[in-house]
């Protein structure tokens, strides 16, 4: 059955937009999370037009396969890792970007890279802010899908701040255009908004009219150590309620000690935290602004605070931090917190943190978009060892649930996904979750889109 049914897509779409062999299959099974074994597909799909997302949806409904949407797979929390018995549809060949100058927009379909669209506004002294660390690797499609955001957030907004429109490819294949390149529209309910962050559960991301901004100035890039992360917290929070930096990135000694193993960045490894801060505040105000800092990490304890004018230095330092996710995955299997809370907390989170792994005699490495409150903790284990899975479980738990106690959410950027699902109804409580499931339900009736991921 299940062969003559992916036979009847290849009819539709053409061979070369289904892929049935398991080891071509293969680099479309996982997404970045290491803790969660991936499914086995029944194809994946590749479409390279909005047309052929809308044929696989309706050949889906018809049959009632599920679908899990793709993106570039770097997503953290499984939200792309394949399902039994269900398509794989990525969108990695709908690639195009085209960039409107005079509304200040790109229209681009979900495939292109972040890092491709932010190239092409470029060309035109423009720019697209959103930044996830991920940026060179990772889709449009995946950001909005999870409302991405990275280390310029602080001061720039997450991907949802620059999103002006959406092509969205509905279960029973229908196409809705929603929003469009205009700066103002409140005609209606605000559909668009629902589409980002919803990784896949109501719709197909096929096309988006994304917001441009004037390129930045130049960035000033201030590098502070301090004997503990609880440390540097304090001065987050106080560098916060005064200033606005256009990146605010804490590591703490664990995770600079990865990154350093990975490659030698010439930080610190004797330092217990460390603060990255860009100030690009126009003009003398740069200068300024960056004087202040230091004299606020002085205040609260730096052992060291240097600053750099040159970009390259600063990028440098920049590059250190982008490193992370990748520099502790070689210390061992690892579950990836996305934890956030109001920036006052992050002291409370930070110790609270320390307290977990070390009550669980587990490396839990954190950096954090500390500006925003969003930290990511790496529970790193030994999957081949029944006792270490059980504690890092435990620690996962926690942190989670430490999270929420504080105000906070289990998820800051990276989403629910497949493995924090468990815990949303802890954080949104029965009436939410009713809510939620009954949006779920009135646009996907037969559950069809990436089921297993948020709820
Ligand atoms: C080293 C590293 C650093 C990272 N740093 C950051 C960071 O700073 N900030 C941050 O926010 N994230 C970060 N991430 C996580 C990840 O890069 C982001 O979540 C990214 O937005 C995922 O994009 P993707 O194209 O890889 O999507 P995927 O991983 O393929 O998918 C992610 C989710 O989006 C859904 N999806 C993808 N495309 C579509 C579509 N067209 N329509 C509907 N649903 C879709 C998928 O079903 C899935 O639920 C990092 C990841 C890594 C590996």
């Given at each position: 059955?299940?062969?003559?049914?992916?036979?009847?897509?290849?009819?539709?779409?053409g061979?070369?937009?289904?892929?049935?062999?398991?080891?071509?299959?293969?680099?479309?099974?996982r997404?970045?999370?290491?803790?969660?074994?991936?499914?086995?597909?029944?194809?994946?799909?590749?479409?390279?037009?909005?047309?052929?997302?809308?044929?696989?949806?309706?050949?889906?409904?018809?049959?009632?396969?599920?679908?899990?949407p793709?993106?570039?797979?770097?997503?953290?929390?499984?939200g792309?890792?394949a399902v039994?018995g269900?398509?794989?549809?990525?969108?990695?060949?709908?690639?195009?970007?085209?960039?409107?100058?005079?509304?200040?927009?790109?229209?681009?379909?979900?495939?292109?890279?972040?890092?491709?669209?932010?190239?092409?506004?470029?060309e035109?002294?423009?720019?697209?802010?959103?930044?996830?660390?991920?940026?060179?690797?990772?889709?449009?499609?995946?950001?909005?899908?999870?409302n991405?955001?990275?280390?310029?957030?602080?001061?720039?907004?997450?991907?949802?701040?620059?999103?002006?429109?959406?092509?969205v490819?509905?279960?029973d294949?229908?196409?809705?255009?929603?929003?469009g390149?205009?700066?103002?529209?409140?005609?209606?309910?605000?559909?668009?908004?629902?589409?980002?962050?919803?990784?896949?559960?109501?719709?197909?991301?096929?096309?988006a009219?994304?917001?441009?901004?004037?390129?930045?100035?130049?960035?000033?890039?201030?590098?502070?150590?301090?004997?503990?992360?609880?440390?540097?917290?304090?001065?987050?929070?106080?560098?916060?309620?005064?200033?606005?930096?256009?990146?605010?990135?804490l590591?703490?000694?664990?995770?600079?000690?990865?990154?350093?193993?990975?490659?030698?960045?010439?930080?610190?490894?004797?330092?217990?935290?460390?603060?990255?801060?860009?100030?690009?505040?126009?003009g003398?105000?740069?200068?300024?602004?960056?004087?202040?800092?230091?004299?606020?990490?002085?205040e609260?304890?730096?052992?060291?605070?240097f600053?750099?004018?040159?970009?390259?230095?600063?990028?440098?330092?920049a590059?250190?931090?982008?490193?992370?996710?990748?520099?502790?995955?070689?210390?061992?299997?690892?579950?990836?917190?996305?934890?956030?809370?109001?920036?006052?907390?992050?002291?409370?989170?930070?110790a609270?943190?320390?307290?977990?792994a070390?009550?669980?005699?587990?490396d839990?490495p954190?950096?954090?978009?500390?500006?925003?409150?969003?930290?990511?903790?790496?529970?790193?284990?030994?999957?081949?060892?029944?006792?270490?899975?059980?504690?890092?479980?435990?620690?996962?738990?926690?942190?989670?649930?430490?999270?929420?106690?504080?105000?906070g959410?289990?998820?800051?950027?990276?989403?629910?996904?497949?493995?924090?699902?468990?815990?949303?109804?802890?954080?949104?409580?029965?009436?939410?979750?009713?809510?939620?499931?009954?949006?779920?339900?009135?646009?996907?009736?037969?559950?069809?889109?990436?089921?297993?991921?948020?709820?």
């Amino acid at each position: 059955m299940s062969g003559d049914v992916v036979t009847e897509l290849v009819g539709e779409l053409g061979e070369g937009a289904v892929v049935t062999s398991r080891a071509a299959m293969e680099s479309y099974r996982r997404d970045a999370t290491t803790s969660t074994q991936p499914g086995a597909p029944l194809a994946v799909v590749r479409p390279r037009t909005t047309g052929e997302v809308q044929a696989t949806m309706r050949w889906a409904s018809r049959h009632g396969i599920a679908v899990v949407p793709r993106g570039a797979g770097t997503g953290l929390s499984g939200g792309s890792l394949a399902v039994d018995g269900a398509v794989t549809l990525s969108l990695d060949r709908m690639t195009a970007i085209v960039v409107d100058p005079d509304t200040r927009t790109a229209v681009v379909e979900p495939g292109a890279l972040n890092a491709d669209v932010k190239k092409a506004a470029a060309e035109h002294g423009l720019w697209y802010p959103p930044d996830p660390a991920s940026f060179d690797l990772c889709s449009i499609g995946g950001n909005l899908a999870t409302n991405a955001g990275g280390l310029c957030c602080v001061k720039y907004g997450v991907t949802a701040d620059y999103v002006l429109g959406l092509d969205v490819v509905l279960a029973d294949g229908a196409l809705v255009a929603l929003g469009g390149k205009r700066v103002k529209d409140v005609a209606g309910l605000p559909l668009l908004r629902l589409f980002v962050g919803s990784e896949g559960t109501l719709g197909i991301i096929t096309g988006a009219t994304l917001r441009l901004v004037p390129a930045p100035a130049p960035a000033s890039t201030l590098v502070a150590t301090f004997p503990d992360p609880v440390a540097a917290a304090r001065t987050v929070v106080a560098v916060g309620r005064r200033l606005r930096p256009s990146m605010l990135e804490l590591m703490d000694g664990s995770a600079i000690n990865a990154v350093e193993d990975l490659r030698s960045f010439g930080l610190d490894r004797d330092a217990g935290a460390l603060l990255l801060i860009r100030s690009d505040a126009p003009g003398t105000a740069r200068t300024a602004e960056v004087a202040e800092v230091a004299r606020i990490c002085d205040e609260h304890g730096a052992l060291t605070v240097f600053h750099t004018d040159d970009a390259d230095e600063g990028e440098l330092f920049a590059a250190a931090r982008r490193a992370f996710a990748g520099a502790v995955d070689r210390r061992g299997t690892v579950l990836h917190e996305d934890v956030g809370v109001p920036v006052p907390r992050l002291p409370e989170v930070l110790a609270g943190i320390r307290d977990i792994a070390a009550r669980h005699g587990l490396d839990i490495p954190v950096v954090a978009h500390a500006g925003d409150g969003n930290c990511h903790p790496l529970v790193v284990y030994d999957a081949s060892d029944p006792d270490s899975v059980a504690r890092a479980q435990a620690a996962f738990q926690a942190i989670m649930r430490l999270a929420i106690s504080l105000g906070g959410t289990i998820t800051g950027e990276h989403g629910v996904g497949r493995i924090k699902a468990q815990a949303l109804p802890e954080q949104l409580g029965p009436d939410i979750m009713a809510l939620t499931r009954r949006v779920k339900d009135a646009l996907d009736p037969q559950g069809i889109l990436n089921p297993g991921a948020v709820l």
